[in-house]
């Protein structure tokens, strides 16, 4: 009987740190993201004139993106993710055009494929 205490005892504890990890995981994901896209509006702010409004979609659109993105990094099924990524990719690109104009978008991709390559 004590055994099985001590079992469930050990279980539970480590249950609680790996839930601690994952948790701590997924703030420095969230972290990141924000981050790569706060990096990606500035820039987009320098290069290329745009309201506070559209920044501030821009920063919320990639922002949630991104995090959904790193989401769908986790699926294990390749098929499922690559079509899961793609839907992504698909909504964040009309959700962007919504808020800029042909020129802005062109370079809100080139911002973005250049801060990728620095990353």
């Not at 990639?62 to 079509?83: C, H, P």
């Amino acid at each position: 009987m004590k055994k099985a205490i001590l079992l469930i005892t050990v279980c539970l504890l480590s249950f609680a740190s790996a839930q601690a990890q994952i948790s701590k995981s997924t703030v420095n994901k969230s972290d990141n993201s924000q981050k790569e896209a706060k990096t990606v509006v500035s820039a987009l702010q320098k290069n290329i004139e745009v309201s506070d409004y559209q920044s501030k979609a821009v920063l919320k659109i990639l922002t949630a993106f991104n995090q959904e993105r790193s989401n769908a990094l986790q699926i294990t099924d390749k098929t499922k993710k690559v079509q899961r990524i793609e839907a992504i990719d698909k909504k964040q690109e009309a959700n962007l055009r919504n808020i800029l104009n042909d020129q802005q978008y062109t370079m809100l991709e080139h911002l973005i494929k250049e801060n990728k390559k620095k990353s």
